[in-house]
């Protein structure tokens, strides 16, 4: 199983970056999907979740800017990211969960000027 995250560049503070990450390599579709981000000298932290059945939720320093979203029939992932500031550079992380076991991507790379 791999996940592939892409979509990160630069933009400038205030714009907008869509995130998206696809799993391959299983015919099982995930049930739980995840975005973090690390920022350098910082410790991973959690962005967003996306439980099936459940609910979404968000870090503080995101709510009401970001948005998870997922589409089943593709087994992919989203994060749409709007009015960016420059504390949210970081290498974007999306994760899977699987058949009970978790797995993740490559991390993308987003930086916002200021």
């Known amino acids: 199983v791999q996940l592939q995250a892409f979509g990160g560049g630069l933009v400038q503070a205030g714009g907008s970056l869509r995130l998206s990450c696809e799993v391959s390599?299983?015919?099982?579709?995930?049930?739980?999907w995840g975005w973090y981000r690390q920022a350098p000298g910082k410790q991973r932290e959690l962005v967003a979740v996306?439980?099936?059945?459940?609910?979404?939720n968000y870090a503080d320093s995101v709510k009401g800017r970001f948005t998870i979203s997922i589409d089943n029939a593709k087994n992919m992932v989203y994060l749409q990211m709007n009015s960016l500031k420059s504390e949210d550079t970081a290498v974007y992380y999306c994760?899977?969960?699987?058949?009970?076991?978790?797995?993740w991507g490559q991390g993308t790379l987003v930086t916002v000027s200021s």
């Open positions: 390599g299983t015919s099982f579709l995930a049930h739980d």
């Open positions: 994760n899977a969960r699987i058949q009970l076991k978790t797995y």
């Open positions: 996306f439980a099936i059945g459940r609910s979404t």
